[in-house]
């Protein structure tokens, strides 16, 4: 689990940064998603970039000014040689 991160702007679109090109096909909005308060799944899209070995999440909808929200990233991702992330990641967003 990452440290809380506060200020977030409501339309905040996550980067998250891989050490290794990643393979497409394993690939879900499954591995990246993002949780109100509640409990409830945000709607989000994912966006590969491979040049920059990097997955943007964009929600569709602002998020909510005051609310804490939490990015989860799945460890179904793989890399081309089929290799998977060791663990889940789990951070916590607070939106200004």
């Known amino acids: 689990e990452k440290e809380t991160v506060t200020g977030v702007p409501a339309t905040k679109e996550w980067a998250v940064k891989f050490n290794k090109s ?12 993002v949780l109100d308060a509640d409990g409830n799944v945000v709607e989000t899209t994912i966006q590969y970039e491979d040049a920059k070995r990097t997955v943007k999440v964009v929600p569709l ?5 005051g609310q804490t929200y939490t990015l989860y990233i799945g460890k179904g991702i793989k890399d081309f040689k089929g ?3 060791k663990k889940a990641v789990k951070m916590k ?4």
């Open 22 to 33: 990643l393979d497409e096909q394993t690939l879900s909005e499954m591995d990246f998603v």
């Open 61 to 65: 909808q602002p998020y909510k000014s």
């Open 83 to 85: 290799l998977s992330l």
């Open 93 to 96: 967003f607070v939106v200004k």
